[in-house]
C-alpha cells in the first residue's frame, strides 16, 4: 500500500451555474485526496452562479456532506483567474492545487507529489486533450499564443496551464505583488522558484463558456500586465511622426528658399501644419512615456524577495556581540 504524503494540500476548484452536479463534481476529488494525501481541503470557488446552486453547496458541509470544504461564493462573475486567486488566498494548504473538475481529473495526482516532494515549488500540469473550439476560436487562440510568445518569451501552451500545483512560498511571493491575480496567470515567466511541467492526457467535459470578446479582454490584461512593449510601439510612433514633421518642415523652406514659382501661401500653410503635427506628435510621446512609467511604478512588486535561505549548521567565524569586553584587568597585569 502507498503511503500518502506528509503534507496538507488545498484544492482550489473554481465552478460556475453547476447546478445538479455540483456533488457529483467534488465527491470525487474527496475521495481521490484521501488516498493521496495526509491531509487535504476542497477550496469551492462559485463565480457569481445564478441557477441556484447555493443551496446545493450548503447542503455539502451540513450533516452528511463532505469533508474538508470550504466554499466561498462570489456576488458576481469575475475572470477566471480573479476567481482562482479569491480560493488560492484563502488555502492553508502547504501546496495549492488549481482544479477545474470539468476538464481535469486527479490522475496527474501521484507524478505531482513526486514532482513537489523533489524540492520543486511550481508544477504546470497540462491535458494534452485538445480544447473542443471552433475554427475561428482556434486560429484566434495560435495567432495569441505566438504573439505572447515573441513580446514576453513565455509559451502559454505549456507553461501557462491553469492547472498547476504551487507552494506556499509561492503564494507568498503573489500576495506581495500589486495585481497578484494577474502574477498568477503568467507565474510561471517568473524566474527564481524551482518549477517543473507535467504532461497527461485528460477529460475534456465542457467548451469554455467565455465569449470572444471576454477572452480578448483577459487576453489584452494578461499581455499589458507583462510588458511595456505595446506603450513603447506608441512611443516609438510618436516622436518617428514628430521626427518626419521636423524633417518636412525643413524640406519646405528649402523649397522655399530655393525654388522661385512656389504657389502663394504654400510655404505658411506647410509650415504650420507641418508645425501642429510635431507638437501634437511630441506631446504624445510625452504622454506614453510619461503613462508607461507610471504604470512601472505602480505594477512593480517589492525589489526583492527571498525565495529561500540557507545557513550553514557549522560556524568558524566568532559570534559578533553588541557587548564590549572590559580590558581593565588585563591592563592592570601588564602594569
Known sequence: MVQPYPILLSVVVPLRNAAGRVRALIEPLVVELSAHVEDFEVVVVDNGSDDGSAREYADLVGEGGLP????????????FEIAVWAGVENALGDYVLVLDPLNEDLSFLP??????????DLVTI?????????????LLDRLFRGAYRKLVGVDLATEGASCRIISKRVVSFLM??????LRYRALPALAGFPKASLDYPGPRAAKDQAGLRTKARRGLNLLFAQTMLPLRLASALAITGATLN????????LIRLFKADVMPGWTTLSLQQSGMFF??????????????QMLV???EGPSYYLAGEHTSTVMTRRSRLNVEADRKPALKRAR
Open 68 to 79: 474538508n470544504l470550504q466554499i466561498y461564493r462570489l456576488i458576481r462573475e469575475v475572470d
Open 111 to 120: 507524478q505531482a507529489l513526486e514532482k513537489i516532494s523533489e524540492g520543486v
Open 126 to 138: 497540462r491535458n494534452t486533450t485538445p480544447k473542443p473550439m471552433s475554427g475561428p476560436e482556434r
Open 176 to 181: 506581495e505583488q500589486p495585481k497578484p491575480a
Open 246 to 253: 521636423l524633417i518636412y518642415s525643413g524640406y519646405v523652406i
Open 279 to 292: 507638437l501634437l506628435s511630441l506631446v504624445v510621446f510625452i504622454l506614453v512615456e510619461y503613462v508607461a
Open 297 to 299: 511604478w505602480t505594477l
